[in-house]
């Protein structure tokens, strides 16, 4: 049987497929598994938290919900108060 040049190149490429695999294969198990990630990878921030972390505002703002639901119960009992006279 004869493979010619191009066969030659095909035995290379199927034999440089076999010997690479595992190249491509750790990291991806690294990067796929979670308990894994976060023991090699858990120092490093990725491009969506670091996207995340450009979204977050610092600033704490302060309602005043209490005054708010004050008034609203003042409101409730003046109706009630009302409908019962």
Known sequence: MRLGSLGIFMLYYI???NATNPIVVVPLILIK???WRKK???G???F???LKLGKVS???TV???RSHSQLQTEEY?????????
């Open 15 to 17: 034999e440089l497929a």
């Open 33 to 35: 598994v979670p308990s």
């Open 40 to 42: 090699f990878f858990g």
């Open 48 to 50: 969506k938290e670091k």
């Open 77 to 85: 009992f003046e109706q009630l108060r009302k409908a019962w006279t």
């Open 44 to 46: 490093f921030v990725g």
């Open 63 to 65: 309602s005043k919900a």
């Open 58 to 60: 610092p600033e704490v």
